[in-house]
């Protein structure tokens, strides 16, 4: 059985969401990525294998390189997945800001 991460606990860590961040701009190696972090290369791997298997990143063999790219369809999963709770705050907010404006004195 292959172990499926939670989308939402990886990118929960801050080394992570860099990491994504970085790879999103270029692809990279393991090596390059490690490099950018003070952590050790082992540490880095293991958050890379964490997205890797939330599909946030692909890998691709390139001769004797591994190269990590963003899987951008995989974030608009996540943004459709909160869209309708945005809009539900974004109405509350409205709401909320009505009421305060009305509570206002009149200048």
Known sequence: MELRRDVFQAIADPTRRAIITMVA???MTPGAIAAEFDSSRQTISKHIRILTECEL???EQQGREIYYHFNPQKLKEIADFIAPFRDMWDDRFD???AIMKKQ???K
Do not use: D, I, T, V
Request: a neutral charge; charged letters at 15%.
């Open 95 to 97: 709401a909320l800001e």
């Open 104 to 106: 206002l004195p009149k």
């Open 57 to 59: 990143l692909n890998q």
């Open 25 to 27: 701009l270029n692809a």
